[in-house]
């Protein structure tokens, strides 16, 4: 996984020289945002590593995957589906997280389902969504979220 | 922030407090405990910076406002995907998107655009797609992101047949 790193560092650094060539104010603003979403989410990060070690030091292989592993099945599916949508973590951090449980014996379509629903379905936003968009839509568009989460996990569970 | 509450440190406190009781409590798991999150701590110090960096980045140059000028312009499939590019540059929380998709549809844009700009600005933003590239693997991201777009035309399009006529009334009032 070297070389994401190398690339991921190289564009960033790239991005930032051509943004200081184009503005410098600017530039700077944007490194005080960087820096102070980076001490926003600095507690989160640390207390998700350490979630993760919990988990994959704890929680056996065995136990992940019964509950959401291939054994598990639709139930599996149908339980991180759920916790992705009730969860509201920034998606940085469900990256690391969804790859630990991977890594301990999740199966692929639950991680894919976990992300996909955590990303785009939000219980605790869905107030806002109904108040800005109409509650016909902002329940429809959340609900069928929820659909296509579970359908492209299983494709990813069959072609990964 | 005082008056703000900060749950996310709540969080980190519990999960803190868990830690330290669990491992003094079985000290022979410590050491796998430490070694995994030492090694999830590594890459998420080697990249979380320049992601960081690049949401800066785009949250200084992509303003809300540009994206609202080139949305709804465009109908048919350019549409589809200028909606989703739009919906993938800007940065911040998705409640933050729900006003400028609510102003869209007041302004008549189709309401395939509004949700292909909503799922993108939930799901495909470009710097957090770094972060997945790092612990999730190219295959893994690039089939997410290939049928997340499917799929979310085809959602758009049901959708825009459910909402009809009645919902629309609603942004006009």
């Known amino acids: ?160 | 922030m005082r008056e703000k509450k900060r749950p996310d440190l709540v969080f980190l406190g519990i999960i803190s407090g868990l830690a330290i009781i669990l491992l003094l409590t079985f000290p022979e798991k410590q050491e796998r405990v430490i070694a995994a999150s030492w090694e999830f701590f590594i890459e998420m110090v080697l990249i979380l910076p320049a992601v960081m960096i690049l949401m800066g980045l785009f949250s200084v140059f992509v303003p809300k406002e540009l994206v609202v000028k080139y949305l709804g312009k465009e109908s048919g499939v350019k549409g589809v995907f200028i909606a989703i590019i739009m919906g993938s540059l800007p940065t911040g929380p998705l409640y933050i998107a729900f006003p400028i998709a609510s102003a869209l549809l007041k302004k008549g844009a189709r309401v395939l655009n509004v949700i292909a700009f909503l799922s993108a600005w939930s799901c495909i933003k470009l710097p957090q797609e770094m972060v997945e590239l790092e612990f999730l693997g190219l295959n893994f991201m690039l089939a997410r992101l290939a049928l997340t777009v499917i799929f979310v035309i085809f959602m758009g399009l049901a959708l825009e047949k459910m909402v009809g006529r009645w919902e629309l009334e609603y942004y006009k009032s």
């Open chain 1, 1 to 160: 996984m070297n070389s994401t790193f190398v690339f991921v560092n190289l564009f960033a650094f790239i991005c930032l020289l051509l943004a200081f060539r184009r503005d410098r104010e600017k530039t700077r603003r944007a490194l005080v945002m960087a820096l102070r979403s980076f001490l926003r989410i600095l507690p989160m990060v640390i207390a998700t590593i350490i979630l993760i070690g919990l988990i994959l030091g704890f929680v056996s292989k065995e136990r992940i995957s019964e509950v959401i592993g291939e054994q598990a099945g639709i139930k599996g599916v149908l339980i991180v589906a759920s916790l992705g949508a009730i969860l509201h973590i920034p998606s940085i951090i469900s990256f690391p997280l969804a790859a630990s449980l991977l890594r301990g014996g999740a199966s692929v379509t639950s991680v894919a389902v976990f992300i996909t629903t955590l990303t785009m379905i939000g219980i605790v936003t869905l107030p806002v969504e109904i108040k800005e968009l109409g509650r016909k839509f902002a329940i429809l568009r959340n609900s069928l979220s929820f659909i296509i989460a579970i359908l492209i996990g299983l494709i990813m569970g069959r072609i990964l």
